[in-house]
């Protein structure tokens, strides 16, 4: 969070280096009406004191206030929610504790999991005001969208106050068409001569009438320029203060020889350099400043008498007690920003340096980034995001690679471990031709150079990259010869020092099927399943246990789909046992997925709860970074299979929603999306899901199970001709290996399909195979209906019972904030076991099955 940095509302400086304030009732007045309001738009340009007049009001109003102080870095997503959470937490440090387990909320969907953080923990008794300053310095439309939609939320108790020197970008429009927007704009921010008069009064002058009209009419109101008059007002001295000294020509062209004349002379060389210093970084921390103030050119003054003095010189610089940072006035700043050219060269790497030192140690990365990028210090840059997942976001991604790309050419001679960094950023931004020609030009000379841990850690690097890039696009070119690669890199990373950290390969994103083929030729799957055999052991060693469990996920999927499901749930657990005790949670969530699948079919319901309560452990680990959207994805398709389509989650019935999801893995989004829709009889909605672009992989499982699909949903809108056609498409694709199964999971819908094809004698369903399909998908249909409508007949309904204890209720709601089962521990100061035998407890007396279920009863029922 930053801070105000518009100060000249009612802050002064006085002879004596003390602060006075003019009270302003009539603006006062203005904001308390205003903030009855659930929006408030204050707009009016620079120094006009409209920030200091808000933040004045709120201290005074003393409700809870997060302050959000925008800056142009706040156009990248991930700076934005940095700063956004870093503000919450000054009004509640566990909401900001929930959304620092998330990404920034970039789509429809995402918001909506962010909204239920605040909507659970807002306390309705107590009125909340968030302040969005500086607007004017964003531009991003996903930046400018949320905050959009962060406004408009219903929450009766939150005013969001806006501040610019602009009309703010945002549609309001809707708030305001139903009177539920406040405006204040520049002329009710303007001085009228009486305030102004009593300001000058305030600090010691008693301009004459005549004086008082010139001054009014010079300045027109403006704060900024009212402040400066009265600095020349008192050069006439205390007795003939107000009759001479004021120039009025000199308020605007000559604002920044004021500040040189009025409030830089009197001050030491030392601190005119420091206050210079200062301009160069955006976030002035106590700490920070302190950390500034040490140096050699401070004219033999200790860091604290600096500041001391700093802070004399008066509103220019501001420190607030209640946010604990400093602000320096903006068209000061404009001054000092100028005068940046009187450091040297030296002065002001070492100011970044400390800046960047500072950003990293508050986890504010990107800030970060960009101070080491100004200092030159692209090895720190490299080592910042040595401690990130493997694949970054996509805004942070395009990010840092136009700082490499900006950046001096000899920077990957100086400081090869850059090359690591730049092929991660092209591989998170799908560019793998790219990074593939660029590494394999230069890992000959990084095989010369000298001998050193880090020189392996590179090669073993390069080495990984290059395979994961050879695996992926085997899809498409059939060459496996990228097998020696992950080789090399195990070798590589036996000779790295065992002082030097191997990066964690937990968030390595895998596709949305295991079983990387686009032909169901038993040469082909066999050959994928020897590569991934010979792979994975080497993959393990070098990245600390990358696609442990892979081998068996994959040969898991392929017996899933033939329907031999005792083997595939063999191969499954134990790629599940393999994946968790290296911490593949995109490997671990999709064995229980056909894990799940499985015990559906079977209608083994205690199983299929072991495997959902599994899914929910998931959501504890905040390193699985889509743990949320695939838990989302895979208790969609229970609910949707076994009739319960309402209690998915609300982003997968949108049919405009966006996905956040990379698009190697948007199939599984897709299938449970379309499924939705077929069962609510819109088909046309789940034809145009599976028409949409999704996996941008042509796999032969997502190709079986959309073309299955498609195929039902055309017959239910009476297109026969296209359903035969669809079902043919997904037969020919199927018949070669004879993976079947997805056909059966349509139950009733492909038994309707199929029974019409065998009618009509299609010539490319051949009856024998047409027969087998439809008896499994009547079996799967029958004991599917029978055994989960008999569960829903037997299970109590939701929330009868014994009412929940004090305890059971706070568990709960931390649940319902996001909060992981430790820190719900460390927050109550129980044990975890304690914990969960209270979740378990709350999970029987609502009659749920797993959290989003207990959250939802309760809420329905106002427990929560």
């Not at 210079?276 to 976030?283: G, Y």
């Not at 793998?432 to 850690?457: A, G």
């Not at 799967?780 to 009868?800: H, I, M, N, Q, T």
Request: proline share 4%; charged share 25%; net charge neutral.
């Amino acid at each position: 969070m930053l801070y105000p940095n518009e100060l000249f509302h009612s802050n002064i400086p006085i002879a004596d280096g003390n602060q006075a304030y003019l009270e302003r009732p009539r603006l006062d007045l203005l904001l308390e009406k205003a903030v009855k309001y659930p929006a408030v738009s204050v707009s009016a340009g620079a120094g006009y004191g409209k920030t200091h007049a808000v933040y004045s009001f709120v201290r005074a109003f003393n409700v809870r206030t997060a302050w959000i102080q925008l800056s142009g870095r706040d156009n990248f997503g991930d700076h934005f929610w940095e700063n956004f959470i870093s503000a919450i937490s000054s009004i509640s440090r566990e909401t900001a504790l929930s959304l620092a387990g998330m990404d920034f909320p970039a789509t429809e969907r995402e918001f909506e999991r962010y909204i239920r953080i605040p909507m659970a923990q807002v306390v309705p008794a107590d009125k909340y005001i968030v302040v969005y300053d500086d607007l004017h310095l964003v531009n991003d439309k996903t930046v400018l969208r949320f905050m959009e939609h962060c406004i408009t939320s219903p929450f009766p108790n939150i005013t969001s106050i806006v501040i610019s020197r602009t009309e703010p970008p945002l549609n309001l429009m809707g708030m305001e068409s139903k009177g539920l927007l406040a405006r204040i704009n520049e002329e009710q921010f303007r001085f009228t001569q009486e305030e102004m008069v009593a300001y000058f009064r305030l600090i010691g002058v008693n301009p004459l009438p005549q004086t008082a009209a010139a001054v009014y009419k010079d300045t027109e109101g403006w704060a900024f320029a009212i402040h400066l008059a009265g600095l020349s007002l008192k050069k006439g001295g205390p007795d003939r203060a107000g009759e001479t000294g004021y120039v009025p020509s000199a308020i605007r062209p000559n604002i920044f020889k004021l500040i040189e004349s009025e409030v830089m002379a009197p001050l030491s060389e030392a601190l005119r350099r420091f206050l210079i210093k200062l301009s160069l970084v955006e976030k002035l921390s106590p700490e920070l400043l302190a950390e500034i103030a040490r140096g050699p050119d401070s004219g033999g003054e200790q860091a604290p008498e600096l500041i001391a003095r700093m802070e004399a010189i008066g509103s220019y610089i501001h420190f607030d007690t209640y946010l604990n940072v400093y602000s320096i006035h903006h068209l000061f700043l404009d001054y000092l920003t100028g005068r940046q050219g009187d450091l040297s060269e030296e002065e002001k790497q070492a100011v970044w340096k400390k800046a960047a030192a500072w950003s990293e140690a508050n986890n504010q990365k990107m800030d970060a980034v960009a101070y080491c990028e100004k200092a030159g210090d692209y090895n720190s840059i490299n080592r910042i995001f040595y401690t990130l997942p493997l694949i970054l976001p996509t805004g942070m991604a395009r990010f840092v690679l136009d700082l490499l790309d900006r950046s001096p050419q000899d920077i990957y001679r100086q400081y090869p471990v850059n090359i690591l960094l730049r092929s991660r950023l092209l591989i998170s931004l799908s560019r793998f031709e790219q990074i593939r020609e660029e590494l394999l030009r230069v890992l000959p000379s990084l095989k010369e150079l000298p001998e050193s841990p880090e020189k392996h850690r590179i090669l073993m690097g390069c080495n990984i990259n290059l395979g994961f890039i050879g695996y992926i696009n085997s899809l498409y070119t059939k060459d496996y010869d990228f097998v020696d690669f992950f080789k090399e890199a195990a070798g590589e990373s036996v000779l790295m020092s065992p002082y030097v950290s191997k990066p964690s390969a937990n968030g390595t994103t895998m596709s949305s099927y295991a079983c990387r083929v686009t032909d169901g030729q038993p040469e082909s799957l066999e050959k994928m399943f020897t590569v991934l055999q010979e792979i994975v052991p080497y993959a393990v060693t070098a990245m600390e246990g990358s696609l442990a469990g892979m081998y068996e996920l994959a040969r898991g999927e392929y017996a899933f789909f033939r329907g031999d499901t005792a083997r595939a749930e063999i191969y499954l657990q134990e790629g599940f046992r393999r994946a968790r005790e290296y911490d593949q949670y995109e490997i671990e969530n999709r064995t229980l997925f056909y894990l799940l699948r499985i015990y559906v079919s079977r209608a083994d319901m205690k199983k299929t709860d072991d495997v959902l309560r599994l899914l929910e452990e998931e959501l504890d680990q905040t390193s699985f970074l889509t743990r949320y959207t695939y838990y989302d994805i895979i208790t969609g398709w229970y609910y949707i299979q076994t009739g319960r389509p309402d209690r998915a989650a609300s982003w997968l019935k949108n049919e405009y929603e966006e996905s956040g999801l990379n698009n190697r893995v948007q199939g599984l989004e897709k299938l449970v999306r379309a499924k939705y829709f077929l069962g609510e009889k819109r088909c046309s909605a789940a034809l145009v899901v599976l028409e949409s672009r999704g996996d941008a992989e042509p796999l032969l499982f997502g190709a079986i199970e959309m073309k299955a699909l498609e195929a039902v949903c055309r017959y239910q809108t009476r297109d026969k001709e296209g359903a035969f056609g669809a079902l043919a498409e997904a037969y020919a694709l199927a018949a070669p290996a004879l993976t079947f199964f997805p056909f059966a999971e349509l139950g009733k819908d492909m038994r309707a399909l199929t029974a019409a094809a065998l009618r009509q004698n299609c010539p490319n369903l051949p009856a024998g195979d047409m027969e087998r399909i439809n008896r499994e998908a009547s079996q799967y249909a029958k004991k599917l209906g029978s055994v989960f409508g008999r569960k829903d007949e037997g299970r109590k309904a939701p929330g009868e019972g014994t009412a929940l204890s004090r305890r059971e209720t706070e568990v709960l709601k931390k649940l319902s904030e996001g909060l992981t089962r430790e820190e719900i521990a460390k927050i109550s100061s129980i044990s975890i076991n304690t914990v969960k035998s209270v979740i378990r407890s709350v999970y029987n007396k609502l009659g749920a099955i797993n959290r989003a279920d207990a959250v939802r009863i309760a809420t329905e029922k106002n427990i929560l």
